[in-house]
């Protein structure tokens, strides 16, 4: 009895210490420091996925169109619209409120790079886009809009 009253305490301070690991969740709405749009971090399947959801300027100057795709790498994707891009996929919750092996897309540049996401409190996250070893890359820090 006291076996199973042991190993019924354990399970439960076990899962108290999973909800706290990931109790800061990166799911909501975010900028940058540039503040050049929002990005809303949801669940997509088992993962999470991230979307532009607003754009300071969100006309092309030079022709007063919504920005476009333009400088993506396939020619046929190039017209989609900037508005509702899906540009971050792929992260899974790895420890340490730390979502890993995802991707980011830049459509300023075209280029796509691995990611990952790391809370640093309830409305700062760092996301650091790298190619190869994480230990080389960019690093900004995002801050909740809501």
Known sequence: MKKTL????????GAAGLASAQS??????????????????????????????????????????????????EVKLRSRPRLGLVFMQDFKYDSD??????????????KTYSCYMKMESANTMEVKGYIGFSLIGKSQTWTRVK
């Open 6 to 13: 042991l190993l019924l305490f354990a399970l439960v301070l």
């Open 24 to 73: 800061m969740s990166p799911l909501g709405i975010w900028t940058n420091a540039e503040k050049k749009a929002t990005f809303e971090i949801y669940k997509c399947g088992d993962k999470l996925c991230g979307k532009i959801v607003s754009l300071t300027v969100p006309n092309d100057p030079a022709t007063g169109k919504p920005k476009t795709d333009s400088q993506n790498p």
């Open 97 to 110: 409120n730390k979502w890993d092996d995802g991707k980011i897309y830049d459509p300023e540049s075209g």
